[in-house]
């Protein structure tokens, strides 16, 4: 009895320990980011930053230079923009795009 129970509570910290470091490991990695400037907003969904092309995802949020939500049909182009992206089969997808302010 005694060794099944030190046996469960090795089990124990040895999953946790495990859990925890994964845990970490995706604490550390961070979205990718650009700036550049904004050139084109394609009607496929699709954006134009610095000649590279990015998708945009629909959960996206999308910042003014004010730091207000806005559509991305309000970004003016051309429009120095900051990126946070991650990258997907399909290419890279934007999840943040803001406009710093000029």
């Not at 990258?87 to 890279?92: E, V």
Request: proline share 8%; aromatic share 8%.
């Amino acid at each position: 009895m005694n060794r099944r129970i030190i046996l469960m509570a090795a089990l124990f910290i040895v999953a946790a320990g495990l859990a925890g470091s994964v845990f970490a490991a995706e604490k550390k990695t961070a979205n990718p980011f650009v700036t550049g400037e904004l050139t084109s907003v394609e009607s496929d969904g699709t954006v134009v930053i610095d000649n590279n092309g990015y998708l945009v995802s629909p959960f996206a949020l999308i910042l003014d230079g004010k730091k207000r939500k806005v559509p991305l049909s309000a970004i003016p182009i051309p429009s120095p923009v900051y990126i946070e992206f991650t990258y997907s089969t399909a290419g890279p997808v934007i999840n943040l795009l803001r406009v710093n302010p000029q």
